[in-house]
Nanobody, 123 residues
Framework: QVQLVESGGGLVQAGGSLRLSCATS????????MSWFRQAPGKDREFVAG????????YYADSVKGRFTISRDNAKNTGYLQMNSLKPEDTAVYYC????????????????WGQGTQVTVSS
């Protein structure tokens, strides 16, 4: 069982930065793929970034490539999403998710989810 808790969201102006954290419980976290998804009002949940258990495999949605960086610290059971050059269209609730298999952009293939953290980017 893996429990996920996101933090670090907030209100920021366009061009600003935020760093999201995903704290986990359970010693098996280091064996799980971790990903970030986001959901804006009225839209489907979409894949943002994913990282394999070892950190050797990293994937980004085209919309965030070059601006966002995903990372993880297995010793701390924590994952991160560094978000730079934020745009108003990045406004959404951001969720971290975990699954025991490889990375996937399909949200329904993830077993564990956090409660989400709101990110609002003003223009």
């Amino acid at each position: 069982q893996v429990q996920l808790v996101e933090s670090g969201g907030g209100l920021v102006q366009a061009g600003g930065s935020l760093r999201l954290s995903c704290a986990t419980s359970g010693r098996t976290f280091r064996r799980y793929t971790m990903s970030w998804f986001r959901q804006a009002p009225g839209k489907d949940r979409e894949f943002v970034a994913g990282i394999s258990w070892s950190g050797g495999g990293i994937y980004y949605a085209d919309s965030v490539k070059g601006r966002f960086t995903i990372s993880r610290d297995n010793a701390k059971n924590t994952g991160y999403l560094q978000m730079n050059s934020l745009k108003p269209e990045d406004t959404a609730v951001y969720y971290c998710a975990a699954r025991p298999d490889g990375s996937s952009w399909r949200y329904y293939e993830y077993d564990y989810w956090g409660q989400g953290t709101q990110v609002t980017v003003s223009s």
